[in-house]
């Protein structure tokens, strides 16, 4: 593995905001071994208007990057 790129990374909305807003969304995906969406965050973020940045970014190459939420459950015992 190389040291200098992450395992695995789940970003808010937040972040995606503001990344696109300023032309580095497109950066993430390079950070990181596996870079996850999840599905509430994209949610969020199309629910704007839409001519926003983030929102264009997951109408497009971002949507690849979108999951179903997994629920953990702990075993009993």
């Known amino acids: 593995?190389?040291?200098?790129?992450?395992?695995?990374?789940?970003?808010n909305a937040s972040l995606l905001i503001l990344l696109a807003k300023v032309g580095l969304v497109e950066m993430l995906a390079q950070l990181t071994r596996e870079?996850?969406?999840?599905?509430?965050?994209?949610?969020e973020i199309v629910s704007t208007t839409l001519d926003d940045p983030a929102r264009k970014w997951l109408d497009g190459a971002g949507g690849s990057?979108?999951?179903?939420a997994r629920r953990q459950v702990e075993e009993e015992g």
Do not use: I, Q, T
């Not at 040291?3 to 789940?10: K, N, Y």
């Not at 870079?35 to 949610?43: F, N, Q, W």
């Open 1 to 11: 593995m190389n040291a200098s790129v992450a395992e695995g990374w789940v970003v």
């Open 35 to 43: 870079l996850v969406v999840p599905a509430g965050v994209r949610d």
């Open 65 to 68: 990057f979108v999951r179903e």
